[in-house]
């Protein structure tokens, strides 16, 4: 059975830390997609990054990144230099099967919340 | 491009009753997903609906049902209501992106409280 789990519950730092959100899967699948998206207080979720199991090459995006590794199911989030406005809860999320790239029906992980401090 | 929305944004109602949330997707948007978002549960996957029908279904019980209507706007709707299913219900359209995946955008979904 698919699974995601994000085992930091709560994360706080202060503002210019560098932070790491981790994210470990299950699944059976040899084709899946995983996802990151950010939900600030307004409730709103933000997409971030979408990854299929064929693309382990690392991405970076501004202050962004993300570290893909199949040997050990996992699909981390690194935020450097981090600010205020980064506050907000940050789910993992898993789709796998057919059309598992049209992400419309995610497994999703618990959450991290991530507090940034002035 | 209007967003997603979602209407009402709060609702408050009592066990037994029955309540009925809509979604608006992006205009030219024709996938409609639906989630329910609990502190314990987090988010978990309701159904998703395409061209009016019913094309992916999580495990809720037979209480949730929804529907699309010809314009891609969906209902949701929860009868015979319970107390645990006060949650945040989250409504999110896609479209397909130039590299042949989908990308969803969500709406800010409905708080329901029923007490």
């Known amino acids: 059975a698919q699974k995601v789990t994000q085992a930091q519950t709560e994360i706080s730092v202060v503002e210019k830390e560098d932070v790491t959100l981790d994210c470990v899967y299950e699944t059976r699948d040899t084709t899946y997609y995983l996802f990151w998206y950010k939900q600030p207080p307004s409730g709103e979720l933000v997409f971030l990054i979408r990854?299929?199991?064929?693309d382990e090459q690392n991405e970076i995006s501004g202050r962004y990144s993300w570290n893909f590794q199949k040997s050990t199911s996992s699909f981390n989030f690194t935020i450097t230099a981090s600010q205020v406005v980064d506050s907000a809860v940050y789910f993992c999320?898993?789709?796998?099967?057919?059309?598992?790239?049209?992400?419309?029906?995610?497994?999703w992980g618990l959450g991290t919340s991530l507090a940034v401090n002035p | 491009k209007a967003g997603v929305t979602q209407t009402p944004r709060y609702l408050i109602k009592t066990r037994g009753q029955q309540v009925t949330l809509s979604c608006s997707p992006i205009s030219g948007h024709r996938s409609v997903s639906w989630y329910q978002q609990t502190p314990g549960q987090g988010l978990q996957f309701l159904f998703e609906y395409f061209s009016e029908t019913q094309r992916n279904k999580g495990n809720f019980p037979g209480r949730f049902s929804g529907r699309q209507f010809s314009n891609s706007r969906s209902e949701m709707n929860v009868s015979t209501l319970e107390l645990g299913d006060s949650a945040l219900y989250l409504c999110?359209?896609?479209?397909?992106?130039?590299?042949?995946?989908?990308?969803?955008?969500f709406g800010p979904g409905t708080r329901l409280t029923v007490l």
């Open positions: 999320a898993l789709s796998e099967g057919p059309g598992a790239g049209n992400n419309r029906k995610l497994i």
């Open positions: 990854r299929n199991s064929f």
């Open positions: 999110a359209s896609s479209v397909r992106n130039t590299k042949g995946g989908n990308e969803q955008f």
